[in-house]
C-alpha cells in the first residue's frame, strides 16, 4: 500500500497506485466515547467480511464503494463524502453523549428535529424507525435535517434521497438480523459521491461496530423485567467502562481479557449466523 491518507478511530485509509481508488485498512481497534477503548485480535478481519457480505447483499437498494478485499483489507471507488453519519434507530437505548436514550433521560423530547413523546422506557421498540444524524468530527454532534440543509452540508434533494436509501437500508438489515435470531437495533451509515457524482454508500454496513445488535428471543422477557437485552456488540465493552468510570473524562481501565474474548466471539458468531440464514 502506498501513503497514509488518514488514520481514524477504527480504520486506516491509504493511497491506491490507481487514483480512482483507495485502500481502507479495518484495525483490531475499538473506540468508544470519543477515543480508543483496546484492541480485539481479528476484529479487522471479521468487520471486513461482514462488511462485504452486507454490501454485496444490499446493492440492489444501492450502489457501494466496494471493489475487493484481502483479509482486513478492502479496495473502493475513490468518492467525496458527506460529512454527516445517518443513525438510523428502531428502538430507544445507548450510552454515549449522542445517544437517544442520554439526552432522553435528561429531559430531552426533541432530538434531531424529531418530536418523542414521553414516558419512553429505556430500551423500548420506537413505533417506527427514526433517522437521527450526526456531524463527522472528533467529537460527533447531532443534527437535524433542516439543519442539514440550512448548512450546506448537503441539498435537500440529495438529502431526502439519503433518508430514503438509509431507511431502505436499515428495514432490510432488520430481516437479515431477524432471520438469524437477532434483533438490528440501530445502525450508521455514511455516503459519498462518486466521480460521476452518484451517491452511493460508503464506508462499512450493518458491522457489530457500527450496528447495535441483541438477540431476540430474551429481548421481551428482559425489557419487561427492566433487563439490560442480551448483546451483540461491542456494547458489552461500553457497558463494562461506564459502569468503572466516566468514559469523556477519565483514563479508561484495562479491559479484561474475558471481556474482549466474549466479544469477539459474539462477532464471529454474528458472522456465521447471518451468512447462513442470509
Known amino acids: 500500500m502506498k501513503n497514509i491518507l488518514y488514520s481514524g478511530k477504527v480504520r486506516n485509509i491509504y493511497e491506491h497506485e490507481d487514483n480512482n481508488k483507495l485502500y481502507i485498512e479495518t484495525t483490531d481497534r475499538l473506540s468508544s466515547f ?11 478481519k471479521i468487520l471486513t467480511l461482514i462488511c462485504v457480505f452486507m454490501f454485496n447483499k444490499t446493492k440492489h437498494i444501492i450502489s457501494n464503494h466496494y471493489i475487493s478485499h484481502i483479509n482486513n483489507i478492502l479496495v473502493v471507488k475513490k468518492c ?9 434507530r428502531g428502538y430507544i437505548t445507548g450510552n454515549t453523549k449522542t445517544s437517544l436514550w442520554t439526552h432522553y433521560n435528561n429531559g430531552v423530547r426533541n432530538y434531531c428535529g424529531i418530536e418523542f413523546p414521553n414516558n419512553l422506557k429505556k430500551n423500548q421498540k420506537l413505533v417506527e424507525p427514526v433517522i437521527t444524524p450526526t456531524t463527522k468530527d472528533i467529537e460527533d454532534v447531532p443534527i437535524s435535517k433542516k ?3 440550512n448548512k450546506k452540508y448537503m441539498t435537500e434533494n440529495e438529502c431526502d434521497f439519503v ?5 431502505e437500508l436499515f428495514k432490510y438489515g ?3 438480523a431477524d432471520n438469524a435470531g437477532f434483533i438490528l437495533v440501530d445502525t450508521k451509515y455514511e455516503f459519498g459521491k462518486d466521480e460521476n457524482n452518484n451517491i452511493i454508500l460508503i464506508d462499512e454496513i450493518h458491522t457489530c461496530d457500527s450496528s447495535r445488535y441483541w438477540i431476540k428471543n430474551t429481548y421481551e422477557n428482559k425489557f419487561k423485567n427492566d433487563i439490560e437485552p442480551d448483546k451483540l456488540d461491542k456494547d458489552k ?10 468514559p469523556y473524562t477519565d483514563k479508561i481501565p484495562q479491559i479484561p481479557e474475558e471481556l474482549k474474548k466474549n466479544t469477539i466471539n459474539s462477532y464471529t458468531e454474528f458472522y456465521e449466523r447471518i451468512i447462513n440464514t442470509n
Do not use: S, T
Request: aromatic share 10%; glycine share 2%; proline share 2%.
Open 147 to 149: 439543519e442539514i440543509i
Open 237 to 246: 465493552i461500553r457497558d463494562w467502562v461506564k459502569n468503572k468510570c466516566n
Open 80 to 88: 467525496v463524502p458527506f460529512k454527516i453519519e445517518f443513525v438510523v
Open 163 to 167: 433518508y430514503k436509501k438509509a431507511m
Open 174 to 176: 432488520q430481516k437479515m
Open 34 to 44: 470519543d477515543k480508543h477503548i483496546c484492541n480485539l485480535e481479528n476484529k479487522g
